[in-house]
Structure formats: C-alpha cells, structure tokens
C-alpha cells in the first residue's frame, strides 16, 4: 500500500546514495522519508502563507521562504548561491537568443566568470555586467535599511559564507572519500543520482503532492518552485546523513555489547580465520525517526515560560 503512494521513491534512493547509504533502502525506509519531507513542505507553506497575510498580500514570494530558514546560516548562503547562478543561466539563455552566435562564454566555475565575445576582439560592455553573478539581497539585511550601498568587494567573505564553505567542503571531502575507488560506470550513475530532484520536469507532480491550492491559495511561480526542490533534496541528505550516524552508533554498541541486551557474554572477537562478517544492512525506519526525532530537538531554551500553562501549546515542525 506504501508503495502505491510512494511518488519520489527513486528520487529518495538516489538522494540517500548520495548522501552516503549504499545498501538499498526498503519501501518503508523510502515512504517515511517521503512522508516527513511532504509535512515539512506542507508546513512551509503553511507559514509562508501566514507571514504573507501579515504583508497584506495573498501570494507568497521567495523571500517568505528564506526566511523560514533564516537561522540556519550555511543553508541561506547555499541558496542564495543556488539563485544566483540560476540568474546568471537565465541571463545567459536570454543573451544567446537575443545575440546568436555573438553570444558570451562562460565557465563553470563559482569564484570567476570567464566572459568574451565568440568571434569579436573587444571586452564585453553591458552584457558582461548583467551577465555577472549578482549578490542576492534579502529584507532583513542590514545593509538593506540604507538607500546608499556599498561596493561589493569579490575578495570579502561574510559569515554566513564561510559557514557554508565548511560545510560544502565537508560534503565534498566525503563524496571524494566515496568517488575515488570508483569505475567509470559506477561514477557515471553517481553523477546522475546527484540530478535527482522532486521539482524538475516534475512541477505538476510535485504541486499536487505538496498540496497547492489546499494548503495555499496562491499559485507558485517558478522561484517557488527550485527553491523547494532545492530545499527538499537538502532534507533528504540531511535526514540520511543523521541516520547514518544514528545507526553507526547501534552497529557499535551491538559489535560490543553483543544483539542480544539480556545475555551478559560479550561478542567474541573476529579471529584470523574466521570468515567475513556480514556486508552493512542498510538504513531502516527506526533510524529515520530517530534521526527525524534529533532534528526536531530545540533545547530547553524558552521552556520556563511554559512550564505552570495548562494550554496545549502547537509546537511547529522544526526546518532542516
């Protein structure tokens, strides 16, 4: 029956491949990740469409979702990356269709833009300039409560980028740990497990699934859309990743202590001809919501306050 339901279960098995499980993960495992990851799009839209009628307008706007999320530093500066070079692809695109083949080039990089005129000698004028990787402002930003900006400097980092090159380095120091002993067809379906999204050629799949025009009235443009798609997936690898370590601390307690709780006899040791032990058994619901459990943990901050009130108090879905 969960299977029937089950609408991403390919996208989650790619996702959680990439994000470090490599067994194959059950049905159950696949629908309850599908399951926690829709609550918290629903959720999403639930306040996103409460902090909108707070402006006095119906439909929601990009900026409603980031600030959702604005407590986590690293993940608003992945996304504000992710945006960015979304509006230079799109810059691009609509460059090369106005210009044809006097189009500019452009790397692949993050820190430069490589950008020339294909055939032409000169330096590209205005074109390079709307072209060019553009900072993406938020509300809440302090330097946006001054009409006066100041110039950006390329060689200066804020805080929330150097937490998010942390963890960005993190991520991809482990997927090089994974990737190097790999053979050319084993990389090549790495590479397409990490295309995998809820969102992409996906959109009236994922807006039924998500529960448009139930939960929201307002209908999502196509920002909306990638940053939920870009979200989704980010609670996907977060919710594997902590999986991973909930049950990589079970395995040891059970190599130590032994499976069974109630005998006193220790584990024997793994002996010089003994055969190999059994290959990791891959991830399974107890640790999806154990790890979904951690996530959701606050902390006792503001509890106080709560503690004498007989009133059931609606605790929100923490964001991850």
Known sequence: MADKQSKYRQEIQQMMFVSGETSEPSVETTSIIEEIVRQQVIEMLYQC???AARRGVRSISTDDLI???????????????????????????????????????????????????????????????????????????VSSYYSEQVPEREDEEDEEEEEMNYATLQRLKNADERTKSMTREEYVHWSDCRQASFTFRKGKRFREWAGFGIVT????????????????????????EEALKVKEAE??????????QNSKKRKREQGLFD????????IEPKNIQEAFRRLQHKGY????????????????????
């Open 49 to 51: 469409t409460a902090v």
């Open 67 to 141: 600030f959702l999320i604005r407590h986590d530093k690293a993940k608003v500066s992945r996304l504000r990356t992710f945006l960015s070079w979304k509006d230079v692809r799109k810059n691009v695109k609509d460059s090369d269709d106005k210009g044809g083949g006097d189009a500019a080039d452009f790397g692949a990089g993050d820190d430069t833009l490589a950008v020339g005129v294909v055939g032409g000698g000169g330096p590209v004028g205005d074109a390079a300039k709307k072209n060019k990787k553009a900072k993406v402002g938020l509300p809440w930003d």
């Open 217 to 240: 009235d307002a209908k999502p443009n196509d920002d909306i859309i990638d940053i939920l798609g870009f979200l989704t997936f980010e609670m996907v690898q977060t919710l594997t």
């Open 251 to 260: 395995d040891s307690y059970k190599n130590k202590f032994g499976s069974d």
């Open 275 to 282: 055969g190999p032990e059994e290959g990791r058994t891959p």
């Open 301 to 320: 901050k503001g509890k106080a306050m709560t503690n004498f009130s007989k009133r059931l108090q609606r605790i929100p879905l923490c964001f991850f």
